[in-house]
């Protein structure tokens, strides 16, 4: 059964350091999205790209993320300097298409510690 | 913007028991998707069902149906005959695509 592909599952870094995280969709899926959660809330939507292009980065904190999908497939999310409030469990999913009613598919997240 | 209420941080509930998982949201759209969530421990999250806003039939899957109370803005979870494979987080979650989620509802299900 097709997945989404995070690496690495863990990550501890220090505060200032610079880090990154990848994300492979479900091959075909022109929708992908980040997701911040942090320990005891709900998932919180950072980005979302439709093929290549961002649709809605409003709540990214773009001062110290960044995001890409430079080939509509992929994508990674960068955090530099990372600081102590970003230890949290950042999330990626992708859905078919963009609509109401579409189904997100989400992968097993990437745990970031910053210490 | 809309906004997602689960009050139940935590509820329990014995094996082959009847459980209801409360959320409430508020949005001024008209037409529009709620979502129920599952997030087993150190396992990815996956959908459980789906009711659209147009629909006054709630929607139901296997032994998990909705109870979707539009103009009260309530869209409870109701989990039939509890299985110790249903404990997880539970999220309540607006919208398609670019989803917000509640805070979650941590099931335990006592054997």
């Known amino acids: 059964e097709a997945e989404v592909a995070q690496s690495p599952r863990y990550k501890i870094t220090e505060k200032s350091q610079a880090v990154a995280f990848w994300c492979d969709p479900i091959?075909?899926?022109?929708?992908l999205y980040w997701y911040r959660q942090i320990l005891g809330q709900g998932p919180e939507l950072l980005v979302q790209?439709?093929?290549?292009?961002?649709?809605?980065d409003s709540q990214l904190p773009k001062d110290r993320f960044s995001a890409e999908r430079l080939k509509g497939v992929d994508s990674t999310l960068k955090i530099q300097p990372a600081e102590l409030g970003d230890s949290a469990m950042y999330l990626c999913?992708?859905?078919?298409?963009?609509?109401?009613?579409?189904?997100?598919?989400f992968g097993q997240g990437t745990r970031l510690t910053v210490v | 913007a809309q906004t997602v209420t689960q009050s139940q941080p935590e509820m329990s509930v014995q094996e082959a028991e009847t459980v209801t998982l409360s959320c409430t949201y508020d949005?001024?759209?008209?037409?529009?998707?709620l979502f129920w969530y599952k997030q087993p421990p150190s396992r990815q999250m996956i959908l459980v069902i789906r009711?659209?806003?147009?629909?006054?039939q709630n929607a139901t899957e296997n032994r998990f149906s909705v109870n979707f109370q539009k103009a009260a803005k309530s869209f409870s979870l109701k989990i039939s005959d509890s299985q110790l494979g249903d404990a997880a987080m539970y999220f309540c979650?607006?919208?398609?695509?670019?989803?917000?989620f509640g805070k979650g509802t941590h099931l335990i299900i006592q054997p």
């Open positions: 999913a992708s859905s078919m298409v963009q609509g109401l009613n579409t189904e997100a598919f």
């Open positions: 091959s075909g899926h022109a929708t």
């Open positions: 790209f439709q093929d290549e292009s961002v649709v809605d």
């Open positions: 949005t001024s759209e008209s037409d529009y998707y």
């Open positions: 009711q659209e806003a147009y629909k006054q």
């Open positions: 979650a607006y919208g398609g695509g670019g989803l917000t």
